[in-house]
């Protein structure tokens, strides 16, 4: 199912597909400007800890306003997202060498029936450490976090990255996804999350963003607040 966003402006079609269901839209080094002005023709797996109200700086209100382009793009560069972005390299090829694979980046990745299902992927491995027989297809989440939050992850990663990760995992069509985190600069951490553990986290996930993206956003409805009435005095 193909759609546009509420600007007018074409969803992206994709390109040649990458994943089992997903395919190419944008290139990992495309220029930012035209990566955000993509992003808005659909819901990406970064918007996705907003959407189900688990970010501490974002509502799903913020989504909405983003995609009709009611919001300026989000040029805000804390210290956090830049070393993040120049720890992500090191830390995806440190994971290949631990599990005796190879990665690459890839880009913005839109499901090939809803073109408005989309994500990021940080890196992809077309041969994954867990069944290197079949040459099974997966992917690599990357992140970097504060010592203060090392609790969150003692038995895998916190919910608002599980959320990231499972909405990638319902665009690309994989059955899982390896998620690395660097605590406090020294505390390497790595997981697996599997779709078959999820079921109805999937679900539940995928109905909240059709629900935000088919009633809200594209009929441009901003969703009320909770327990804010419709009528005041």
């Known amino acids: 199912m193909s759609t546009t966003t509420t ?7 994709g390109g040649r597909r990458v994943t089992p269901t997903g395919r190419l839209v944008l290139h990992h080094d495309t220029p930012r400007e035209a990566w955000l002005d993509a992003r808005r ?41 830049h070393f993040g972005t120049i720890l992500e390299e090191p830390l995806a090829r440190d994971w290949a060498r631990r599990n ?4 690459a980046p890839v880009g913005l990745i839109a499901n090939q029936d809803d073109s408005w299902q989309m994500c990021t992927l940080d890196r992809l491995c077309t041969e994954c450490p867990l069944d290197r027989s079949q040459r099974a297809l997966c992917a690599v989440e990357v992140k970097t976090r504060n010592a203060f939050v090392a609790q969150l992850w003692r038995e895998g990663p916190p919910d608002d990255v599980l ?50 993206w088919w009633e809200h956003i594209v009929p441009g409805r901003p969703r009320r607040p909770p327990g804010r009435s419709r009528r005041t005095r």
């Open 7 to 13: 600007a007018g402006a074409p969803a992206p079609a």
């Open 41 to 81: 023709a659909g819901i990406g797996s970064s918007d996705l800890p907003a959407v189900m109200q688990l970010s501490g700086f974002k509502t799903p209100l913020h989504v909405y306003y983003d995609k009709r382009g009611q919001l300026p793009h989000d040029d805000s560069w804390s210290e956090a997202a």
């Open 100 to 103: 005796r694979t190879v990665v």
């Open 163 to 212: 959320a990231q990760v499972l909405w990638q995992i319902l665009v690309t069509g994989l059955d899982h996804i390896h998620v690395v985190c660097l605590i406090g600069g020294q505390d390497y951490r790595q997981y697996t999350v599997r779709r078959e553990e999820h079921i109805r986290l999937v679900a539940y996930i995928n109905a909240e963003a059709n629900r935000l």
